[in-house]
């Protein structure tokens, strides 16, 4: 069901890596798959940092979105929108979406205390968007607190 996001190059070889970066980085990952064994219509989940790397990914056996591609589109679309909300409302963005024929896609940033981390939550058409947009806030939150929980 969930697609595991391959080790950065410096952790291949490592027979098991316990630092507290990777096991934050592997509870986020449980994170996207409980969200995607609550939520069934959701394709897919991706948390990206702020740079455009993949940091984890969910996704189902639906869909073939990239984690890496997924991941630079993601934070390069949330710096536009959090760009675009300050200069034509002078305010954050909360979240973005986008509806289409086959789904919607919402997009939020992880509100941990560094925001270095975006979401990315995809739905098929059979999920209400609201639906999708509050699964990426509550998802989001739950990151947050990993992330920002001490080691």
């Known amino acids: 069901m969930a697609e595991i996001v391959p080790l950065p190059a410096s952790m291949h070889g490592a027979t098991q890596d316990t630092s507290p970066e990777m096991a934050a980085r592997m509870a986020c990952q449980d994170i996207l798959v409980a969200l995607l064994q609550r939520t069934h219509a959701t394709l897919f989940a991706s948390m990206a940092t702020v740079d455009g790397r993949s940091y984890a990914h969910a996704g189902s056996s639906l869909t073939t979105a990239s984690a890496q591609r997924t991941a630079a589109i993601t934070s390069s679309l949330m710096g536009l929108i959090e760009s675009f909300s300050k200069e034509t409302l002078s305010s954050g ?15 939020v940033r992880v509100p941990s205390k560094a925001r270095l981390h975006t979401l990315c939550v995809c739905a098929d058409n059979t999920a209400n968007l609201a639906m999708t947009i509050r699964a990426a806030l509550d998802t989001a939150q739950k990151l947050a607190e990993r992330i920002d929980a001490p080691h």
């Open 93 to 107: 963005a909360l979240y973005n979406s986008i509806a289409t024929d086959m789904g919607s896609i919402v997009i």
